[in-house]
């Protein structure tokens, strides 16, 4: 069955310093893979995915995440954090073949110190 | 831009009561979802419903749960007869399409649920 892993429960960091998440996942085929972020009392906000293609991918508010097969990773990054950042980030990978049921990781909670 | 939006934020409700949780999905979207997350645990898929039917769900969704599309705008979960166990938030999604590849889930801000 398809799985995720965020190694890190939670993350501090600079405003300014650059940061990267860690997202695993377990998948047999090509996966598509998402980070969504969850900011206090808001909902869940698509950050960027990886359906196909180019394996460094660009989303909103800065972010890129890279996919590499061979690690089984889809880690996000972004060059310098600001304290809006702060919030809970969340690794997902479609689970199946047909449909969109999305498998999540645990989540990483952010925190930006200034 | 398109918007998922759920009523109500917060919901305090018995043990043992129904619960009704309302959502309005984006207008053009066809698959639609329910998630939860209890507080301090991952997100988890509870149903897909396409069609007027679910098209799938886990194990978490059992008899005391069900879904309903009745008119064209909204998505509802109910919860037949609540325990303090389904204390969570729960998140409604949807996509436009079934297809792994083509499709991105937009989620509403979320019905938090708090059962006493």
């Known amino acids: 069955a398809q799985s995720v892993t965020q190694p890190d429960i939670h993350i501090t960091v600079s405003e300014g310093a650059s940061l990267e998440l860690r997202c695993n996942y377990s998948?047999?085929?090509?996966?598509?893979l998402f980070w969504y972020v969850q900011s206090p009392g808001q909902g869940l906000q698509l950050l960027l995915k990886?359906?196909?293609?180019?394996?460094l991918v660009q989303g909103i508010k800065g972010f890129e995440a890279e996919f590499k097969r061979s690690q089984s990773s889809f880690n996000l990054r972004k060059p310098s954090v600001h304290w809006s950042d702060a919030a809970e980030y969340f690794c997902a990978v479609v689970a199946g073949e047909y449909g969109n049921k999305l498998v999540f990781g645990a989540g990483t909670i952010l925190r930006v110190k200034s | 831009e398109p918007e998922v939006t759920q009523t109500p934020s917060h919901q305090v409700t018995q043990m043992g009561q129904e619960v009704i949780l309302r959502c309005v999905p984006i207008?053009?979207?066809?698959?639609f979802y329910w998630y939860r997350q209890i507080l301090g645990q991952k997100v988890e898929f509870l149903v897909s419903f396409y069609n007027n039917e679910i098209s799938e769900k886990s194990e978490i969704f059992d008899d005391q749960f069900s879904v309903e599309r009745p008119d064209g705008s909204n998505f509802t979960l109910k919860i037949r007869s609540t325990k303090l166990e389904d204390s969570a938030m729960y998140f409604c999604a949807s996509g436009s399409s079934g297809a792994p590849g083509a499709n991105v889930l937009t989620f509403g801000a979320g019905s938090r649920l708090t059962v006493l």
């Open positions: 998948y047999g085929a090509t996966p598509y």
């Open positions: 990886y359906f196909s293609g180019d394996t």
């Open positions: 207008s053009n979207h066809l698959y």
